[in-house]
């Protein structure tokens, strides 16, 4: 199987992310979001991502709808919509009756068993997890998650379009957390323990990964980064589906989301970034 033309559902970060890296590599994309206006935003946020001279190419490559009969003709098709069970079953049961028979469904979850979602197809040989970093147009890696069903020939042909556009595949069978959010998280929540315990700092401890252990980012700016919400949500996740106390969130996380600090997003987390840079 030839994959020619993808379907991204969801206009989000990583939804958008996604379609502009597949166009930057000469596919055709059919990006799909509920409203014109989330639609709107993720064309001005690839825009500004895309350089000057690969716009034009970038522009005519993505189309965006919110039709999800024009993911018909697609070959492979992407749900990047919201990290809840029931939304992306809903997603899911629609993909049944709108792809073609031969279409490859992936999902880019991130800590949702694959196992589970695959339930809510019809056929799931054709179902895998493309789990993209972000942003998916910098980070090298994808993980690519196959569930009890997937096909060989489904993890072939994603191991391969993975290369192709020049990422690094990772193959993992279904499991709590897959390999990097699993490690990812057993670390922000060790750091976080020793925070909250008074052992150091929040600076000292982000100065030892990124300096000793060459880390591009501390796990507690990292966990900023990635939202305090999306990183309560992803450790809950763990944390019931392994047991394993090291990801049960701890009471200063679940804090300063009660006080809407999100992380980056919201200007605070456990850092300040109302000057548009880190602040202690």
């Known amino acids: 199987m030839k994959i020619n033309k993808i379907g991204v559902i969801g206009a989000g970060t990583m939804g958008s992310g996604i379609a502009q890296l597949f166009s930057l590599y000469n596919y055709p994309v059919i990006l799909i979001d509920r409203e014109d206006s989330i639609l709107e935003g993720a064309h001005e946020k690839i825009k500004k991502l895309t350089e000057p001279e690969l716009w034009n190419k970038v522009s005519g490559l993505i189309e965006l709808t919110t039709d999800m009969g024009k993911l018909k003709d697609c070959d492979l098709i992407i749900e990047a919509v919201f990290e809840e069970m029931e939304i992306k079953r809903e997603v899911l049961n629609?993909?049944?009756?709108?792809?073609?028979?031969?279409?490859?469904?992936?999902?880019?979850?991130?800590?949702?068993?694959?196992?589970?979602?695959?339930?809510?197809?019809?056929?799931?040989?054709?179902?895998?997890?493309?789990?993209?970093?972000?942003?998916?147009?910098?980070?090298?890696?994808?993980?690519?998650?196959?569930?009890?069903?997937?096909?060989?020939?489904?993890?072939?042909?994603?191991?391969?379009?993975?290369?192709?556009?020049?990422?690094?595949?990772?193959n993992v069978n279904d499991s709590p957390g897959f390999i990097s959010n699993r490690l990812l998280f057993?670390?922000?929540?060790?750091?976080?323990?020793?925070?909250?315990?008074?052992?150091?700092?929040?600076?000292?401890?982000?100065?030892?990964?990124?300096?000793?252990?060459?880390?591009?980012?501390?796990?507690?700016?990292?966990?900023?980064?990635?939202?305090?919400?999306?990183?309560?949500?992803?450790?809950?996740?763990?944390?019931?589906?392994?047991?394993?106390?090291?990801?049960?969130?701890?009471?200063?996380?679940?804090?300063?989301?009660?006080?809407?600090?999100?992380?980056?997003?919201?200007?605070?987390g456990f850092y300040n970034y109302t000057s548009g840079r880190v602040k202690t």
């Open 186 to 268: 057993a670390l922000i929540g060790e750091a976080l323990r020793l925070l909250e315990k008074g052992v150091a700092k929040k600076e000292d401890i982000d100065t030892v990964m990124k300096y000793g252990m060459n880390h591009p980012m501390g796990p507690i700016e990292l966990a900023d980064f990635i939202g305090l919400d999306v990183c309560h949500k992803i450790m809950l996740s763990l944390y019931e589906g392994l047991g394993d106390e090291r990801y049960k969130p701890t009471p200063l996380l679940e804090s300063l989301i009660k006080e809407g600090k999100l992380g980056r997003k919201t200007k605070e």
């Open 94 to 170: 629609t993909l049944n009756n709108v792809c073609k028979k031969d279409a490859i469904l992936a999902t880019n979850t991130s800590s949702l068993s694959i196992n589970k979602l695959s339930k809510f197809l019809d056929d799931p040989s054709r179902f895998i997890g493309m789990h993209f970093m972000n942003p998916p147009r910098v980070m090298k890696l994808v993980e690519i998650i196959r569930g009890d069903k997937t096909s060989d020939e489904t993890v072939r042909v994603i191991t391969e379009l993975t290369r192709e556009i020049d990422k690094m595949p990772a």
